[in-house]
């Protein structure tokens, strides 16, 4: 089994960054796709950012592109989300997510049910 366990969230202002982190522990896994998703009260889970196990390939939401950066940490089994130029409308819970059966011949996935494990969340709030 697979366990997801994020970090970093919390309060910023409005412009402010944060980074966050989820570590993956559990099994060994070669070939995988980490992804982040957030969800504000009221809304559905939305896709935020992935990257491959490699750092080879990465796909943004347009909401976040340019503003937040996603990696993978040397121990490869840690992905961060840099996030900067925070709005208000970034306030969500967020978690990570790990994809163990991903094509690689086709796209990234953003669709929850796409992947396998999910972390617990983590809170982030941006004040105006």
């Known amino acids: 089994q697979v366990q997801l366990v994020e970090s970093g969230g919390g309060l910023v202002q409005a412009g402010g960054s944060l980074r966050l982190s989820c570590a993956a522990s559990?099994?060994?896994?070669?070939?995988?796709?980490m992804g982040w998703f957030r969800q504000a009260p009221g809304k559905e889970r939305e896709f935020v950012a992935a990257?491959?196990?490699?750092?080879?390939?990465?796909v943004f939401a347009g909401s976040v592109k340019g503003r937040f950066t996603i990696s993978i940490g040397n121990a490869k089994n840690t992905v961060y989300l840099q996030m900067n130029s925070l709005k208000s409308e970034d306030t969500a819970v967020y978690y990570c997510?790990?994809?163990?059966?991903?094509?690689?011949?086709?796209?990234?996935?953003?669709?929850?049910?796409?992947?396998?494990?999910w972390g617990q969340g983590t809170q982030v709030t941006v004040s105006s």
């Open positions: 990257i491959t196990w490699n750092g080879a390939r990465i």
């Open positions: 559990g099994r060994t896994f070669s070939r995988y796709v």
């Open positions: 997510a790990l994809d163990l059966s991903w094509n690689t011949l086709v796209d990234l996935p953003r669709r929850p049910n796409e992947f396998d494990y």
